[in-house]
């Protein structure tokens, strides 16, 4: 029997067998992705064309840093997302500059407007996570990781205020997009991985922030995944997320599924590299990862998705290719 998209992913959520391998594929839409129309005519396109499982939806990956007053340099063309124009946060006293901004206004709400929109155009139900950022992320965003922990070091009380302040805006926006309808959120963390901080301080510098914001929606939503950026990512420490899913570069930096599979009883979303590391590949090595990971663990508990997000230039015949390799998992 075939399956909606939903009821696929649902069944690789609780470890269980599906009528074909589930997966998705998302990349941003640079210098179209601020116009909350052509974000969400850009993202249903790429789940039609491709018949993806589930839409996990690409604002540009500086939004939720914009209100607290930083400055973009904007590139030409639809290919380079736009850059910090110059660190916001340079000394440590400038952290005092942070203070809470709506999570519904500004430019939360161009991303809210892009998913109401999304789904008044969809003919069909089908998953959608919003991507959230964990704070500690968004405050990196705001300088370097290398800045904010040095910072840290200085007056970690001051930073505290800061990450507090991000977290209650997070936590807003991610309501109102339960609100509008989310089905979870892909909740990305750049700072969890070991060769920028010990266990203790992932503890009470991330974890703790991440699960405020986790716990907030976890009662109204079904599909969360936790996305660890890096490698050495701390996928151990981690497993006590209240999120359904975990993502990471499997690989290109490991560990391996089989590998993660020894301690988590998550299901795992990945399976093919990302970003330059997959344009370089053979389309033989793609057709490979493809096959490769609808038998890993029996088939069970799997969503093939990029380690992280796919280049915008990528050439559509190798998504095409990956969306043909899928359909041909599909169980007689």
Same mark, same amino acid.
């Not at 405050?139 to 505290?160: E, F, G, N, W, Y």
């Not at 936790?226 to 990471?248: C, F, I, K, T």
């Not at 089989?258 to 399976?271: L, N, P, Q, T």
């Given at each position: 029997?075939?399956?909606?998209?939903? +009821? =696929?992913?649902?069944?690789?959520?609780?470890?269980?067998?599906?009528?074909?391998?589930?997966?998705?594929?998302?990349?941003?839409?640079?210098?179209?992705?601020?116009?909350?129309?052509?974000?969400?005519?850009?993202?249903?396109?790429?789940?039609?064309?491709?018949?993806?499982?589930?839409?996990?939806?690409?604002?540009?990956?500086?939004?939720?840093?914009?209100?607290?007053?930083?400055?973009?340099?904007?590139?030409?063309?639809?290919?380079?997302?736009?850059?910090?124009?110059?660190?916001?946060?340079?000394?440590?006293?400038?952290?005092?500059?942070? =203070?809470?901004?709506?999570?519904?206004?500004?430019?939360?709400?161009?991303?809210?407007?892009?998913?109401?929109?999304?789904?008044?155009?969809?003919?069909?139900?089908?998953?959608?996570?919003?991507?959230?950022?964990?704070?500690?992320?968004?405050?990196?965003?705001?300088?370097?990781?290398?800045?904010?922990?040095?910072?840290?070091?200085?007056?970690?009380?001051?930073?505290? =205020?800061?990450?507090?302040?991000?977290?209650?805006?997070?936590?807003?926006?991610?309501?109102?997009?339960?609100?509008?309808?989310?089905?979870?959120?892909?909740?990305?963390?750049?700072?969890?991985?070991?060769?920028?901080?010990?266990?203790?301080?992932?503890?009470?510098?991330?974890?703790?922030?991440?699960? +405020?914001?986790?716990?907030?929606?976890?009662?109204?939503?079904?599909?969360?995944?936790?996305?660890?950026?890096?490698?050495?990512?701390?996928?151990?420490?981690?497993?006590?997320?209240?999120?359904?899913?975990?993502?990471?570069?499997?690989?290109?930096?490991?560990?391996?599924?089989?590998?993660?599979?020894?301690?988590?009883?998550?299901?795992?979303?990945?399976?093919?590299?990302?970003?330059?590391?997959?344009?370089?590949?053979?389309?033989?090595?793609?057709?490979?990862?493809?096959?490769?990971?609808?038998?890993?663990?029996?088939?069970?508990?799997?969503?093939?998705?990029?380690?992280?997000?796919?280049?915008?230039?990528?050439?559509?015949?190798?998504?095409?290719?990956?969306?043909?390799?899928?359909?041909?998992?599909?169980?007689?």
């Amino acid at each position: 029997m075939t399956m909606t998209h939903r +009821q =696929r992913i649902e069944a690789a959520l609780s470890l269980s067998a599906t009528d074909r391998l589930p997966y998705s594929m998302w990349m941003h839409f640079p210098n179209r992705d601020r116009h909350p129309r052509r974000l969400a005519e850009l993202s249903l396109a790429n789940q039609k064309r491709y018949d993806l499982d589930f839409i996990k939806f690409m604002p540009y990956g500086l939004f939720s840093t914009a209100d607290f007053g930083i400055d973009l340099d904007v590139v030409p063309g639809f290919d380079c997302p736009p850059v910090l124009h110059t660190p916001l946060i340079k000394k440590v006293e400038d952290w005092d500059k942070i =203070r809470f901004v709506s999570g519904t206004e500004g430019e939360y709400a161009i991303v809210l407007e892009a998913q109401r929109i999304l789904f008044s155009m969809m003919d069909e139900r089908v998953p959608f996570l919003q991507t959230l950022f964990s704070p500690m992320t968004t405050a990196a965003k705001l300088c370097s990781s290398d800045t904010l922990m040095k910072h840290i070091a200085q007056d970690p009380c001051r930073v505290r =205020r800061a990450l507090e302040n991000i977290t209650a805006t997070t936590i807003q926006f991610a309501k109102a997009s339960v609100a509008l309808g989310a089905d979870g959120f892909f909740l990305a963390t750049q700072l969890s991985v070991s060769n920028i901080m010990d266990a203790p301080t992932h503890e009470s510098l991330v974890k703790k922030y991440d699960l +405020q914001i986790l716990d907030a929606v976890k009662d109204s939503t079904w599909f969360n995944v936790l996305h660890v950026h890096g490698a050495n990512a701390m996928l151990r420490e981690s497993q006590d997320y209240p999120v359904q899913a975990m993502s990471w570069h499997d690989r290109d930096d490991g560990p391996s599924m089989d590998e993660v599979r020894g301690y988590s009883d998550k299901a795992f979303i990945g399976g093919m590299s990302w970003g330059e590391n997959w344009i370089g590949k053979t389309d033989e090595a793609v057709i490979e990862e493809v096959r490769e990971v609808a038998k890993r663990q029996g088939g069970k508990g799997i969503i093939l998705g990029p380690g992280c997000v796919i280049d915008p230039s990528t050439p559509e015949e190798r998504l095409a290719l990956v969306h043909k390799t899928v359909l041909e998992t599909a169980k007689g």
